[in-house]
């Protein structure tokens, strides 16, 4: 064996015994054969480049130890990665915080997607939020230049304090943000930051760093904060938020704002945008010091400060706000039936024991609104009760329903102001033959003819709110086609609202001029003036105009839906305080309330 072990030596080295070679010379001597007969041929006889079989087992044993290192190091890299504990590990904050690497970056980024509730134990929103915030911190003190990760993109410019004009940059989600100068187009997604926030600085330095970061949050529960979690309907709009930082340099109370500029698609009228920017401190969103400049496809926010600002895309009426204002509407309309109820039969109990009761018009005119709104109440608690899934077929008949009672109330409330026109305004000759008998014509009639032409152009039908990731929020029947809705029920209310007001405006002139005239009584006088109007507005319908007032916001919308609920308590306060009172107040009342008690048979 031992020429055998030197040939695979010699042969592994590069270096052979040329003795040996030699000694063997010639194709046919003896050495030939030798080797032949024992199975080995020298090394003159072999091919170039023929590897013993002693050198590819050194070989294969040398690459089988790199193949193994190599897969022990890939096995390694996909238990730092796929490790189930390690991945909880870094959701949770703990082993890649103040690492800032590319796969550091990855490697939380995924969090974005696997922190999918709020509630998930194996994630920590608040380290993970802070490590973000962090990094833009980080970005400002070394000498990062750009970053061009899926989910961030971020530039860090050197600025002069004293530059002489704003600063533009584009912050397209899709590329790096770059300066744009002012007269160039502007891109759809910009910040300009003002001149004037750099001027500010003057005193503590010459330069600054500025970073300016574009990060896709994902749709997980990061960066979704109380104020979101609450509204399941709520979001980050396109999940995007835009960073603005000098390092840790803290910049509030700006003179002038910053103004970052949003674009997006058309929303729905159910659905609102509020510049937002995210509070540290209360691990929230936040809109102090940002105002809200609200476009059809482009939103624009002013702020005072640096930080992470969004922009949070809501329902008007989110499910929970519906279901709060559905119970509040509930209690209201059902103690408005109550009251409502009394109110006719208190004028029952009059008709019966006061003969003038079957003449006057007046009375008549409050039972019949007092009946439209019950039977209004009355259509809107079937209306939330009927299912349409269930029955579809009487979904456009429940609609029609509504619609009906709705205009009665609304013409009813308008035939109100006429009269209180005729009794207070205009006096004399107001003498109408069948005064009542026409009124009823008009104010049961008109909706009637209204809405036999409103269901003949098939307008009734199932109406439904949703929001912006398609889910329904409430479903009546209503109406289905918007332009029916608009020209019968907004502007037709808008109409009657605007002659009940003038009306309203006319008599309160007459009250508070009447007052003045009285010596030595005016305190007490306008104290009740104040009252009989309040009592009138009931009668005319001005709590319904406060649904003019809803778009300025929620609170606008709770109010109008308390006090417009309880409107048949107010008409039957009215009705008592007018028909049953004590002799003292009869001879103090008020010019109105005079005129109705002793507005008696003229109008037959």
């Given at each position: 064996?031992?020429?055998?072990?030197?040939?695979?030596?010699?042969?592994?080295?590069?270096?052979?015994?040329?003795?040996?070679?030699?000694?063997?010379?010639?194709?046919?001597?003896?050495?030939?054969?030798?080797?032949?007969?024992?199975?080995?041929?020298?090394?003159?006889?072999?091919?170039?480049?023929?590897?013993?079989?002693?050198?590819?087992?050194?070989?294969?044993?040398?690459?089988?130890?790199?193949?193994?290192?190599?897969?022990?190091?890939?096995?390694?890299?996909?238990?730092?990665?796929?490790?189930?504990?390690?991945?909880?590990?870094?959701?949770?904050?703990?082993?890649?915080?103040?690492?800032?690497?590319?796969?550091?970056?990855?490697?939380?980024?995924?969090?974005?997607?696997?922190?999918?509730?709020?509630?998930?134990?194996?994630?920590?929103?608040?380290?993970?939020?802070?490590?973000?915030?962090?990094?833009?911190?980080?970005?400002?003190?070394?000498?990062?230049?750009?970053?061009?990760?899926?989910?961030?993109?971020?530039?860090?410019?050197?600025?002069?304090?004293?530059?002489?004009?704003?600063?533009?940059?584009?912050?397209?989600?899709?590329?790096?943000?770059?300066?744009?100068?002012?007269?160039?187009?502007?891109?759809?997604?910009?910040?300009?930051?003002?001149?004037?926030?750099?001027?500010?600085?003057?005193?503590?330095?010459?330069?600054?760093?500025?970073?300016?970061?574009?990060?896709?949050?994902?749709?997980?529960?990061?960066?979704?904060?109380?104020?979101?979690?609450?509204?399941?309907?709520?979001?980050?709009?396109?999940?995007?938020?835009?960073?603005?930082?000098?390092?840790?340099?803290?910049?509030?109370?700006?003179?002038?704002?910053?103004?970052?500029?949003?674009?997006?698609?058309?929303?729905?009228?159910?659905?609102?945008?509020?510049?937002?920017?995210?509070?540290?401190?209360?691990?929230?969103?936040?809109?102090?010091?940002?105002?809200?400049?609200?476009?059809?496809?482009?939103?624009?926010?002013?702020?005072?400060?640096?930080?992470?600002?969004?922009?949070?895309?809501?329902?008007?009426?989110?499910?929970?706000?519906?279901?709060?204002?559905?119970?509040?509407?509930?209690?209201?309309?059902?103690?408005?039936?109550?009251?409502?109820?009394?109110?006719?039969?208190?004028?029952?109990?009059?008709?019966?024991?006061?003969?003038?009761?079957?003449?006057?018009d007046t009375p008549k005119i409050h039972v019949a609104l007092s009946v439209s709104l019950f039977l209004l109440n009355l259509?809107?608690?079937?209306?939330?009760?009927?299912?349409?899934?269930?029955?579809?077929?009487?979904?456009?008949?429940?609609?029609?329903?509504?619609?009906?009672?709705?205009?009665?109330?609304?013409?009813?409330?308008?035939?109100?102001?006429?009269?209180?026109?005729?009794?207070?305004?205009?006096?004399?000759?107001?003498?109408?033959?069948?005064?009542?008998?026409?009124?009823?014509?008009?104010?049961?009639?008109?909706?009637?003819?209204?809405?036999?032409?409103?269901?003949s152009a098939n307008s009734y039908g199932l109406y439904t709110i949703r929001n912006q990731e398609n889910r329904t929020s409430?479903?009546?029947?209503?109406?289905?086609?918007?332009?029916?809705?608009?020209?019968?029920?907004?502007?037709?209310?808008?109409?009657?609202?605007?002659?009940?007001?003038?009306?309203?405006?006319?008599?309160?002139?007459?009250?508070?001029?009447?007052?003045?005239?009285?010596?030595?009584?005016?305190?007490?006088?306008?104290?009740?003036?104040?009252?009989?109007?309040?009592?009138?507005?009931?009668?005319?319908?001005?709590?319904?105009?406060?649904?003019?007032?809803?778009?300025?916001?929620?609170?606008?919308?709770?109010?109008?839906?308390?006090?417009?609920?309880?409107?048949?308590?107010?008409?039957?306060?009215?009705?008592?305080?007018?028909?049953?009172?004590?002799?003292?107040?009869?001879?103090?009342?008020?010019?109105?309330?005079?005129?109705?008690?002793?507005?008696?048979?003229?109008?037959?």
């Amino acid at each position: 064996m031992a020429p055998w072990s030197r040939e695979g030596e010699e042969e592994a080295t590069g270096s052979h015994d040329c003795s040996r070679g030699r000694g063997g010379a010639g194709p046919a001597g003896p050495g030939t054969g030798a080797h032949t007969a024992a199975g080995l041929r020298p090394v003159w006889a072999r091919p170039p480049r023929m590897v013993t079989p002693r050198a590819p087992g050194v070989l294969l044993a040398l690459l089988a130890l790199l193949l193994a290192s190599g897969e022990g190091d890939a096995a390694r890299q996909s238990e730092r990665t796929t490790n189930p504990e390690e991945s909880r590990n870094v959701c949770l904050g703990h082993s890649n915080a103040g690492q800032y690497d590319p796969f550091y970056l990855e490697n939380t980024a995924k969090c974005f997607t696997n922190c999918g509730q709020v509630t998930d134990e194996s994630c920590n929103p608040e380290n993970l939020q802070r490590y973000w915030l962090d990094y833009e911190a980080h970005l400002v003190e070394n000498e990062t230049k750009t970053v061009d990760l899926p989910f961030l993109k971020s530039l860090v410019k050197n600025l002069n304090t004293s530059i002489a004009e704003d600063l533009h940059f584009s912050l397209t989600a899709s590329r790096v943000p770059m300066q744009v100068m002012a007269d160039e187009q502007k891109p759809p997604d910009r910040v300009r930051l003002p001149r004037s926030l750099f001027a500010s600085l003057q005193g503590n330095r010459s330069q600054v760093r500025l970073a300016i970061s574009v990060l896709d949050i994902g749709p997980g529960s990061l960066f979704k904060g109380p104020r979101l979690s609450l509204e399941e309907e709520g979001s980050v709009l396109n999940n995007r938020l835009v960073g603005l930082s000098l390092g840790r340099m803290r910049v509030t109370g700006l003179a002038e704002p910053v103004e970052i500029t949003f674009s997006h698609q058309r929303q729905p009228p159910n659905m609102t945008l509020t510049c937002v920017f995210w509070d540290q401190t209360k691990g929230d969103w936040s809109s102090e010091g940002c105002s809200t400049e609200l476009g059809a496809e482009r939103t624009v926010c002013h702020c005072d400060h640096l930080t992470f600002f969004a922009l949070l895309l809501r329902p008007i009426l989110d499910k929970v706000t519906v279901q709060a204002l559905t119970r509040i509407s509930q209690a209201g309309c059902g103690a408005s039936m109550i009251f409502l109820a009394f109110t006719v039969v208190l004028y029952a109990a009059l008709r019966l024991s006061r003969q003038r009761f079957k003449s006057e018009d007046t009375p008549k005119i409050h039972v019949a609104l007092s009946v439209s709104l019950f039977l209004l109440n009355l259509a809107f608690f079937i209306n939330l009760g009927h299912d349409p899934e269930r029955f579809p077929a009487t979904c456009w008949f429940w609609a029609a329903v509504f619609h009906y009672f709705l205009l009665c109330v609304f013409t009813w409330m308008v035939l109100e102001a006429f009269n209180l026109y005729l009794l207070v305004i205009r006096v004399f000759n107001t003498y109408f033959g069948h005064y009542f008998l026409k009124l009823s014509l008009v104010g049961w009639g008109l909706p009637a003819l209204m809405v036999i032409g409103t269901g003949s152009a098939n307008s009734y039908g199932l109406y439904t709110i949703r929001n912006q990731e398609n889910r329904t929020s409430l479903e009546l029947c209503w109406f289905h086609k918007e332009t029916a809705l608009y020209a019968t029920v907004h502007g037709y209310f808008l109409v009657t609202f605007l002659f009940s007001a003038v009306v309203l405006g006319l008599v309160a002139w007459k009250i508070f001029t009447l007052s003045s005239a009285t010596a030595g009584k005016q305190q007490r006088q306008n104290c009740k003036g104040v009252l009989t109007l309040l009592g009138l507005s009931s009668l005319v319908g001005m709590t319904w105009g406060l649904a003019i007032l809803t778009p300025l916001g929620l609170s606008t919308i709770y109010v109008f839906a308390l006090f417009n609920s309880l409107q048949g308590i107010f008409i039957f306060c009215w009705f008592i305080v007018l028909y049953l009172p004590s002799q003292s107040s009869v001879s103090s009342s008020s010019g109105p309330a005079r005129a109705e008690q002793t507005h008696t048979m003229s109008q037959e």
